[in-house]
Structures are given as structure tokens and as C-alpha cells.
């Protein structure tokens, strides 16, 4: 399975950003795809997590400002995320899990700026 992310950038504090991770290869086995992130200085943690089946799963610190979707016919997911806080600056990285393997996309830069 491979993972194509995108849509990290620079946005200011309360903003909106979208990310997308597109899979390829072997997706039909794919059980869970989502997202964690990682913050320098600091260790990677779950952001957000969706099921083949549609279940969704997210962390905490979120508090509703972010939201998980998945386009199956598309194999790609979501991940919009509203009321950016500077402590959401992080790489993102999308992962799949996929017969007991977990894949790992190549990360996408989000800077909010206060």
C-alpha cells in the first residue's frame, strides 16, 4: 500500500485546513486509515482514525474541531480541521493498517501561526 498526503500549509489561529491521503496498491485489504501527527521535540500521537466499516475514532485533544471522512471509491481520506490552534503545528502523517501491517505516508507540514 502506498500513501500520497496532502494539503498541509501555514495558516493563522481559528483557520481551517483540509488534509488528503490518497492509497494505492493493495487497498482492497485495507482495514483502518487515518491520521497522527507529531510535533517537534515531541512523540508521534493518533489524530484521527476511521474503520472499513466506518467507525470513527479520535483523539481528545481535538474536542470536536476535527472531522475524519473516507472516500472508499476513491481510497482516500479526510481530514478537516477547524479552529486551528499553534499547538496543532505538527507534521501529519496518514497511515493505513492492512493485514496487520501499518503503512506510513510521507507526512504533510501544518504551521498555525497565533
Known amino acids: 500500500v502506498q500513501l500520497q498526503a496532502s494539503g498541509g500549509g501555514l495558516v493563522q489561529a481559528g483557520g481551517s485546513l483540509r488534509l488528503s491521503c490518497a492509497a494505492s496498491?493493495?487497498?482492497?485489504?485495507?482495514?483502518?486509515i487515518g491520521w497522527f501527527r507529531q510535533a517537534p521535540g515531541k512523540q508521534r500521537e493518533l489524530v484521527a482514525a476511521?474503520?472499513?466499516?466506518?467507525?470513527?475514532n479520535y483523539a481528545d485533544f481535538e474536542k470536536g474541531r476535527f472531522t475524519i471522512s473516507r472516500d472508499n471509491a476513491k481510497n482516500t481520506v479526510y481530514l478537516q480541521m477547524n479552529s486551528l490552534r499553534p499547538e496543532d503545528t505538527a507534521v501529519y502523517y496518514c497511515?493505513?493498517?492492512?493485514?496487520?501491517?501499518?503503512?506510513w505516508g510521507q507526512g504533510t507540514l501544518v504551521t498555525v501561526s497565533s
Open positions: 476511521i474503520s472499513s466499516g466506518g467507525s470513527t
Open positions: 496498491g493493495s487497498t482492497f485489504s485495507i482495514n483502518a
Open positions: 497511515f493505513v493498517d492492512s493485514w496487520g501491517t501499518r503503512y
